[in-house]
């Protein structure tokens, strides 16, 4: 039944490692997207694509790569893992790209954590 | 099982009408509830709740949140057409800690 989901819930982990956060939707949706939470609860888009094709590439370190091998996931890599990096990632989709007619459907988040 | 329930779904009013927007929710270790606006890019920050009874405001938008009932409500006065938006509801709690979202509320102001 889930929509959207995203794995790890929790990742915990040293500076300068690498990992992964994967995201899935059975919705049928051609758009996904990778937002960060700030500490002031503002949601930043980073990435969005688009049938498997990246639309939106915001401001954000190369040390992120989007990663979607079908349309139904989006994943997300991060390499050499910086302090700054801690804070929950939101994966979310919709039928299509943004705009008032196209209803965003979240994950649950997982919440980093770099020591 | 936590969820966050908005309603109506959508609503079509014109301009200057007054509309109030529902979030109810059932959430586990509840911290706070959040108000977002969705239109052509991420979401926007409205609001944050976290104490019963203290009504927020920001121009023609003012929430207040029920912490006995469980529930929260977005006004919105004098609505323009640039209210046009998808309005979110999210509860920070649960046992991840995290923001679980509502379905959203699409406000259509026709002039």
């Known amino acids: 039944d889930t929509a959207v989901s995203q794995t790890p819930k929790y990742l915990v982990t040293q500076m300068g490692n690498d990992k992964s956060i994967k995201c899935e939707q059975n919705?049928?949706?051609?758009?996904m997207y990778w937002y960060k939470q700030d500490s002031k609860k503002f949601l930043k888009i980073m990435f969005s694509?688009?049938?498997?094709?990246?639309?939106i590439n915001e401001t954000v370190p190369n040390r992120f790569s989007p990663k979607s091998p079908d349309k139904a996931h989006l994943n997300l890599h991060i390499n050499s893992l910086e302090l700054g990096d801690s804070a929950v990632y939101f994966c979310?989709?919709?039928?299509?790209?943004?705009?008032?007619?196209?209803?965003?459907?979240f994950g649950p988040g997982t919440r980093l954590t770099v020591l | 099982e936590d969820k966050v329930v908005q309603s109506p779904l959508s609503l079509v009013v014109h301009e200057g009408d007054t509309v109030t927007l529902n979030c109810s929710y059932e959430?586990?270790?509840?911290?706070?509830l959040l108000w977002y606006k969705q239109e052509k890019k991420a979401p926007t920050f409205l609001f944050m709740l976290?104490?019963?009874?203290i009504e927020k405001k920001s121009g023609r938008l003012s929430s207040i949140l029920d912490k006995k009932e469980l529930f929260s409500i977005l006004n919105i006065t004098a609505t323009q057409t640039g209210d046009s938006a998808i309005y979110l509801c999210?509860?920070?709690?649960?046992?991840?800690?995290?923001?679980?979202f509502g379905k959203g509320t699409k406000l259509s102001v026709k002039p």
């Open positions: 979310a989709s919709s039928q299509e790209r943004w705009g008032t007619n196209n209803e965003q459907f």
């Open positions: 919705l049928g949706h051609d758009t």
């Open positions: 694509y688009n049938n498997k094709e990246l639309i």
């Open positions: 959430v586990t270790n509840f911290r706070s």
């Open positions: 976290t104490s019963s009874g």
């Open positions: 999210a509860v920070e709690g649960g046992s991840q800690g995290n923001l679980i």
